[in-house]
């Protein structure tokens, strides 16, 4: 990972993004207890000019409560995490994209300082939830998480410290130019594909809080599905590095 801001895609231009550029997108399922204060966050963080998009599975009232505090939500069958993710983040027209789970772990005071680093020519900016120390951080996907980090950065050769955090900040072209595949483990795909093809990516310390409501992720199937997309992507991304030779 690079320290200096040399970005792969900005035009060299001088423009500074504002949170008028700004889509903070998340998947939601049954988020009724989290939903209105992360909302209520993004609103008073970015004064109501940030857009936001859920797309969303719901049986309960989440929907309702996204379209009073004014987001889009798109309905879609529940089939996890990274099939909801991966919409969520190709719908926005504006030009920086940011991930956010809903059920108020991520802190979305620290929306200002992900925007600052994009403006400073970073592609992707990756909150790393590890940095802090973890309390609020149950001690299985604790250790899960250092385990993947460990795994990702042998395998990618860059030491990388929280691949599967669910809040990033990234160029829109960033997340239309790649072609994503995992679901469970679209959180390490999103950052092991940018970083693998040059793009400028940027891990940033953030708070972690405790959940409201129950997790939608099983920590075991969970886990090891997350484990194979590091070990697939990171091999897929090594062998587009290869020079192709050339065919008799
Ligand atoms: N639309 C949709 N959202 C989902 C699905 N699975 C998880 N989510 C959302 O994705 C985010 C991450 O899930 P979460 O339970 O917080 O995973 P954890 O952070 O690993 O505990 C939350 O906002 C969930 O509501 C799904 O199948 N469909
Ligand atoms: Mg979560």
């Known amino acids: 990972m690079s320290d200096g801001a040399q970005p792969a895609t900005t035009d060299g231009s001088d423009e500074e993004y504002t949170f008028e550029d700004v889509s903070v997108v998340m998947g939601t399922y049954n988020e009724e207890e ?3 204060t992360v909302l209520t966050d993004i609103d008073e963080v970015t004064d109501g000019t940030a857009e936001v998009v859920c797309v969303d599975g719901s049986s309960d009232r989440t929907p309702e409560i996204a379209r009073d505090h004014g987001a889009t939500v798109i309905e879609q069958e529940p089939q996890g995490y990274g099939i909801a993710v991966r919409a969520a983040v190709l719908e926005p027209d504006r030009p920086i994209v940011v991930t956010t789970d809903c059920d108020d ?7 200002p300082e992900f ?5 400073d020519g970073y592609d992707v900016v990756s909150g790393d939830r ?8 149950p001690a299985l996907n ?3 998480n250092h385990a993947f980090a460990a795994v990702a950065s042998l395998l990618m050769g860059t030491r990388v410290h929280d691949t599967t955090t669910g809040m990033r900040a990234y160029r829109r072209d960033v997340v239309e130019d790649i072609e994503w595949t995992e679901n469970t483990g679209l959180s390490a795909e999103l950052l092991i594909r940018p970083l693998m093809r040059g793009y400028d990516v940027r891990e ?3 708070e ?6 129950q997790t939608k992720l099983d ?7 997350i484990a194979r997309s590091i070990v697939k992507v990171s091999l897929e991304e090594r062998l587009r590095e290869l020079p192709h030779r050339p065919t008799q």
């Open 219 to 225: 920590p075991f199937k969970g886990g090891a599905e």
């Open 142 to 144: 604790r250790l899960g």
């Open 208 to 213: 972690y809080r405790e959940r409201a409501g």
């Open 130 to 137: 590890l940095y802090h120390g973890t309390d609020a951080m």
């Open 34 to 36: 989290a939903i209105g």
């Open 204 to 206: 940033h310390p953030i």
């Open 115 to 119: 925007l600052a680093l994009i403006n």
């Open 105 to 111: 772990t991520y802190p979305m005071e620290q929306l």
